[in-house]
């Protein structure tokens, strides 16, 4: 195998199509697909110091595997990362970047606004192993540093959130995290690598679902974790390779794939995003919509400073509820419900009965999830068609 070289210098459309390739002895243009469970060895010598870590190469898919090391080289280069691990989902690389490093007696503080599975993590699932969590309204600095206590070992947050896109500073919060001897893991799945660079903000962990936007044609579960070479050597390597979080090799080609797209779709789906944005802003069935490219956002200013871009996204509030919000979902015949993001079709979710109906009516209330709420996801079709399939299906709500 022929490796590229290091593409460090080049910006990042280059390194989306380029960096981390390795290419056999056949001379392939695409990246070949690596299908196989294991490795054989020349000798059992060469087996022996491959095993000892003496001898470069593979040597179980549940380890490592070409096309994971391709996927995860060419994001460690997209981040500006020293390292990470591709894992089967994103919600396993969250649980790994969370758990793997803590012990009984730790303490977690994190945004209460975030993906219901990560929530379930935080809330529910540590505790019961002796992690206490705070959660926090993570707008407000002064929350975050009233959380942090003596054994506060990680903080946590996406920016923006889901669903209702607050924007969240990071560099501040990575600051209370220091100071207080945490590290902080951010959650960058909704503002994709192509507008906003948490590690560069001072985060020390970032992680994303590739199952959004890096697969972006809504084929292929995965995630992964990108960090310093310390976080991954001492916390992340031996936790994957015995427990088995592990991407496929075929799910790692096809995401590898979806990268080389990455940044001339998610630039498109932004344009669109905020196209019907401003379509829908001023709409009269609409008593409320939140665009982090728009200046009427709550924390418009904190969007220009730490994100080079909006979103794809979009979260807008129906009038007259749940009735309303689901006539308005019915009627469209373009934008397809689903609650998938990040994809090549516009997709529209209701979260107060989907992705946040665990929690009760008011912890929804709390993080403005009204249940006329509606989350728009932008995908690469006309904006004028979709604009028009929005006005069609308002019409009805
Ligand atoms: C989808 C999502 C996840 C979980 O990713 P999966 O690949 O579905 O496991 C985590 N965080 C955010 C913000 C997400 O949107």
């Known amino acids: 195998m022929s490796e590229t070289g290091s593409t460090k210098r080049f910006r990042p459309e280059t390194k989306l199509v380029h960096s981390g390739a390795l290419r056999s002895q056949f001379g392939e243009t695409s990246e070949a697909l690596f299908l196989t469970q294991g490795f054989i060895y020349d000798s059992a010598e060469q087996c022996e110091a491959r095993f000892k870590g003496e001898d470069p190469g ?3 898919s549940r380890f490592s595997n070409p096309n994971i090391s391709m996927f995860e080289r060419r994001m460690i280069e997209l981040e500006g990362a020293e390292a990470a691990r591709a894992t089967a989902t994103g919600m396993a690389a969250v649980t790994t970047a969370i758990l793997a490093p803590l012990k009984a007696g730790d303490h977690v503080v994190a945004a209460k606004a975030m993906f219901g599975s990560c929530r379930y993590v935080v809330e529910d699932l540590l505790p019961r192993y002796g992690i ?7 707008l407000d600095l002064d929350q975050w540093k009233r959380a942090m206590q003596p054994n506060t070992k990680t903080c946590f947050l996406e920016s923006p959130t889901n669903p209702t896109l607050d924007v969240l500073d990071i560099q501040s919060i990575a600051e209370i995290a220091h100071k207080g001897g945490a590290r902080l893991i951010v959650d960058n799945v909704f ?8 590690l560069s903000l001072g985060a020390d962990v970032v992680i994303y679902s590739a199952t959004k ?3 972006g044609q809504g084929r292929c579960l995965g995630g992964i974790i990108l960090s310093s070479e310390a976080f991954i050597a001492e916390h992340i390597h031996n936790f994957m390779r015995q427990t088995g979080p592990s991407m496929s090799p075929f799910n790692a080609w096809v995401l590898l794939k979806g990268l080389e797209t990455l940044g001339v779709r998610v630039r498109a789906q932004t344009e669109t995003a905020a196209k019907v944005a401003n379509a829908l802003a001023s709409h009269p069935k609409i008593s409320r919509l939140i665009y982090p490219g728009r200046a009427d956002h709550p924390q418009a ?4 400073k730490q994100m080079r871009a909006g979103s794809t996204l979009i979260g807008f509030e129906v009038k007259g509820g749940k009735a309303a919000a689901f006539r308005c979902l019915n009627a469209l015949q373009i934008s397809r419900i689903s609650n998938n993001l ?3 079709k516009s997709l529209v979710t209701h979260p107060a009965t989907t992705t946040h109906q665990r929690l009760t009516p008011e912890a929804r209330a709390e993080l403005g999830i009204s249940e006329g709420f509606i989350r728009f996801s932008a995908g690469l079709e006309h904006a004028d068609d979709l604009i028009e399939d929005f006005a069609q299906a308002l019409e009805k709500a």
Do not use: E, M, N
């Not at 503002?191 to 948490?198: G, K, V, Y």
């Not at 200013?301 to 220009?304: I, N, R, Y």
């Open 58 to 60: 593979f040597l179980y």
């Open 132 to 138: 206490q969590s705070t959660l926090v309204d993570g």
């Open 191 to 198: 503002a994709t690598p192509i507008w906003q660079s948490p």
């Open 213 to 215: 936007h890096i697969d």
């Open 301 to 304: 200013a904190l969007v220009k």
């Open 342 to 344: 990040g994809d090549a």
